[in-house]
């Protein structure tokens, strides 16, 4: 089963600049690895592919594709996709709208739930860098 990902326009226009920068031609899309990371959300990797591995699916939305693990899909299920950006950094971020903030300690200073950024740097071509995790 497919996830329903909804994916705003900046961060479509981020995801497909990192494909077509990739020199991957016709049919790459960018593989992309969530999983559940402490009380503000998500953690992810991604990178340009040229194709889907054998255990992945083809997610295409609005002209963006996404190569999703079975654990992604499940974990991308209902979020909103965005690229935000500051004076201080940028990247993808992903937010549950059903979810709340949590209760521990660090709520104040952390992110809004379901919240990770990538940062710029981690961008590479076909290897994964270690991911920048919001806390």
Do not use: H, W
Not at 1 to 15: G, H, S
Not at 46 to 65: H, I, M, N
Not at 67 to 75: C, G, I, K, T, Y
């Amino acid at each position: 089963m497919l996830p329903t990902v909804t994916i705003t326009p900046a961060a479509a226009k981020f995801i497909n600049r990192v494909v077509r920068f990739s020199g991957m031609g016709a049919g790459a899309g960018l593989r992309l690895a969530v999983t559940p990371g402490g009380c503000s959300g998500y953690s992810s990797e991604f990178s340009a592919q040229a194709a889907p591995a054998a255990d992945e699916k083809l997610l295409e939305v609005g002209g963006v594709r996404l190569f999703l693990a079975a654990e992604s899909r499940l974990l991308l299920n209902g979020l909103i996709m965005d690229f935000t950006e500051t004076a201080t950094e940028s990247g993808l971020s992903f937010t549950d709208p059903n979810k709340e903030a949590c209760a521990c300690s660090s709520a104040a200073a952390a992110p809004k739930p379901g919240v990770t950024r990538i940062e710029i740097s981690a961008i590479s071509r076909g290897r994964p860098v270690a991911p920048v995790l919001a806390t």
